[in-house]
């Protein structure tokens, strides 16, 4: 079983930056899966957002967040980033956590096929 454990969330202005960060524990070995960042934005189903394959070779971004977003995973702290530029209000929601053992990056991302989920974190993007 792994726990995940989402920080970073909190209030931004249009245009500012906040960055996610997810770490995993319990009986996981974190190099084994593949992670990924979703969202859930008010009266909207929840988007895969950006995932990474197991040793950072691979990403996905959602189009509406490339170029702004970047996600990235440190071996050493078992922990995901999500590294969130020039922010806007359509960026508000509760982030998701989430891993998935030995898949593709869009697997995660845009099938949704997940093992285990954070309990989220949410950011706000207002002035």
């Known amino acids: 079983q792994a726990r995940l454990v989402e920080s970073g969330g909190g209030l931004a202005q249009p245009g500012g930056s906040l960055r996610l960060s997810c770490t995993v524990s319990?009986?996981?070995?974190?190099?084994?899966?593949?992670m990924g960042w979703f969202r859930q934005a008010p009266g909207k189903e929840r988007e895969g957002v950006s995932c990474?394959?197991?040793?950072?070779?691979?990403?996905y971004s959602a189009d509406s967040v490339k170029g702004r977003f970047a996600i990235s995973r440190d071996r050493t702290q078992n922990t995901v980033f999500l590294q969130m530029n020039n922010l806007t209000s359509e960026d508000t929601g509760v982030y998701y956590c989430?891993?998935?053992?030995?898949?593709?990056?869009?697997?995660?991302?845009?099938?949704?096929?997940?093992?285990?989920w954070g309990e989220g974190t949410l950011v706000t993007v207002a002035s």
């Open positions: 319990g009986e996981v070995n974190f190099n084994n899966y593949v």
């Open positions: 990474i394959s197991r040793r950072s070779e691979s990403t």
């Open positions: 989430a891993a998935k053992k030995a898949v593709g990056v869009e697997t995660v991302c845009v099938r949704g096929m997940v093992d285990y």
